[in-house]
C-alpha cells in the first residue's frame, strides 16, 4: 500500500495497463510478485517463464493464496480454462507476460513524479543502492529494489511495485553482456544515473575491458533531459565514461573520488573493524561522518551518495549523518558472531558474488579485522566465473592480496581457484576442494574461536551453501541487553 490508504493498482486499470483482458472477478491490487512463495495476499502474480520453471505451473497456487489476479499467455489461457480453473478464475489474459510487466513498469514510472537515481558499475551496485535507500528514506518516502533485482525482470518487477507518490525511487542495473542496460534504463528513465566503477568482470562476453565500460555507460542513454551523470573518477575508465555522458542527455557531470580533480573528494578515512569514519569535500564544503560499515571501497561508494543527494537537491547534512545508518545485507558482508562452546569467532558473509575487485575488497576487509587470542584470518574462496581465458591467472593473482592482507589460511574450491591455491605459501593453504560441498568438512573441522571467518565466491560457486554450513553448525551469540543487531 501506498500510505494513503490507496491500492498499488485499481483492478478497473489492469487489463489497459497490461494490454490484454481480464477475465473473472479481478480484484485491486496491494502488490506485485513472481514468485509464489512469498506471493501475498491481493498480489498480482506474473506467470514469468524462466530458465528452469515456468510460472504458468504455480498459477493455480498463486490463486489459492488470494492473488487478486494472475498474469498469463493467451496459450496457457485456453488450457486453463478447459482443464484447471472454475469460468470465474481472476485472469488477465496477454500476448507475452514479461512484455506486459515491462508495460506495467513503463506506465507506472510514467505516473510517478519524485526523483529517480539508479546505479550501476561492475562492483558495489547493490551496497550503494542500499546506501542510497537509507539516506534517501530519512528524507521522504523512498522505493528501491530488493536484493539484486536489476535485470530484465527484475527492474520492470521493481517499477511495477512502486507506489504513485513516492518521493525517490532507487534503482540498481545490471548487465553481463552488452546492450542489456539499454532497454532497463529506457524504463526508469533516471534523473541521477551512477557507474560506481569499471573492473575486469563479465570478461568471457567482452572483448576488453573497454567493451565492459561502454555497456556500463549505456546507463547514462536514459537519463532524462538535463539529468545528472555520476562517475567515478579515480577509475581509469573516467574518461570514456564522461564521453558517454556528453553524449547523452546530461546536462551535468558529477565525479567523486580521491584525486584533485573529484568535486565529491575524499580526504581522510579511518577504517575501524566495525565502520568507517570518512572525511570529504562536497564541491568544496567539508563534511565528516561515520559510515555504519567498515571497508574502503564502502567510502568511496558513500561519495557517489553524497553526490546523488547533492543533484537531487536533498538535505546533505542529514543524509551525511544517515550513512551511520547504513550496515550490509545478507551475502554482502553481513557480519555474525557464532559461538563454538569455548568460544566466539566472526563470520563475514561475501557468499553472493564475486569478482577480482570484490574479492580484494572482502580480503582487506578480513584483514582490518582483529583476531582473538589464539585466533586466525581464513578466507573460504570459490571461483569467481565469467571472467574468460584470464579467469586463472586472475584467480593466481589474488596470492598476493592474500599475504598483504594477513590471511592466515585460505580454504579454496572450484577449478579456478585451483591456480590461487597453487600460487600460495604452503603454510597459508588450509585445504582445497573441486566444489563447496567437498570442502565443507575441511572448513567446519578447522574453526576455533577468534577466528575472522570470510566466504566468497561467484553465485554459482554456491558459496551460499558453505555460509549455510557454518551457521547451521556454530549458533549465533546471543546479543546483549540493549545491543544491536
Known sequence: MNGLSLPLWRADELADVLGGEARGPVGDVTSVSIDTRTLEQDALFFAIRGEVRDGHDFVQAAL?????????????????????????????????????????????????????????????????????????????????????????????????????????????????????????TSMVRPEVA??????????????????????????????????VAIINA????????????????????????????????????????????????????????????????????????LA??????????LAALSLQDFTTVEGRGRRVSLETGAGTFTLIDES???????????????????????????????????????GPNLHAGLAEAVIAQDIDLVFACGPLMKSLWLALPAERRGAYAENSEALEVAVLASLMPGDVVMVKGSLGSRMGRMVKAIRDRYPAKPMAEGEEA
Open 194 to 227: 551512477i557507474i560506481t566503477t569499471v573492473e575486469p568482470v563479465h570478461l568471457a562476453q567482452f572483448r576488453s575491458i573497454h567493451g565492459i565500460a561502454d555497456a556500463k555507460g549505456e546507463i547514462f542513454s536514459g537519463l532524462e533531459p538535463g539529468g
Open 234 to 305: 579515480d577509475n581509469p575508465h573516467a574518461a570514456r565514461l564522461a564521453a558517454h555522458a556528453g553524449a547523452s542527455r546530461a546536462g551535468r557531470i558529477i565525479r567523486f573520488g580521491s584525486g584533485e580533480g573529484a568535486d565529491i573528494r575524499l580526504t581522510h578515512i579511518h577504517l575501524d573493524p566495525d565502520f568507517s569514519t570518512v572525511s570529504a569535500e562536497v564541491f568544496g564544503i567539508p563534511v565528516t561522518y561515520r559510515l555504519g560499515a567498515p571497508g574502503r571501497h564502502l567510502a568511496m561508494n558513500s561519495l557517489a551518495v
Open 64 to 184: 489459492e493464496k488470494g492473488a487478486a489476479a494472475a498474469v498469463v499467455d493467451r496459450a496457457h489461457a485456453n488450457t486453463f480454462d478447459t482443464n484447471t480453473f472454475d469460468d470465474d478464475a481472476r485472469l488477465i489474459v496477454v500476448d507475452d507476460v514479461l512484455a506486459s510487466l515491462q508495460r506495467m513498469g513503463r506506465h507506472r514510472r510514467a505516473e510517478v513524479t519524485g526523483r529517480m537515481v539508479a546505479v550501476t558499475g561492475s562492483v558495489g551496485k547493490t551496497s550503494t543502492k542500499e546506501m542510497l535507500r537509507t539516506v534517501f528514506s530519512r528524507q521522504g518516502s523512498t522505493h528501491a529494489s530488493v536484493a539484486s533485482y536489476n535485470n530484465h525482470w527484475g527492474v520492470p518487477l521493481t517499477l511495477s511495485r512502486m507506489p504513485r507518490g513516492i518521493a525517490y525511487g532507487v534503482f540498481e542495473i545490471g548487465m553481463s553482456n552488452p546492450f542489456e542496460i539499454l532497454p532497463l
Open 308 to 317: 546523488a543527494v547533492h543533484a537531487t537537491g536533498a538535505d546533505l547534512a
Open 352 to 390: 553472493y558474488n564475486a569478482n577480482p575487485s570484490s574479492m580484494r575488497a572482502a580480503l582487506a576487509v578480513t584483514g582490518s579485522m582483529p583476531r582473538g587470542l589464539r585466533g586466525r584470518r581464513i578466507a573460504v574462496m570459490g571461483d569467481m566465473l565469467e571472467l574468460g581465458p584470464e
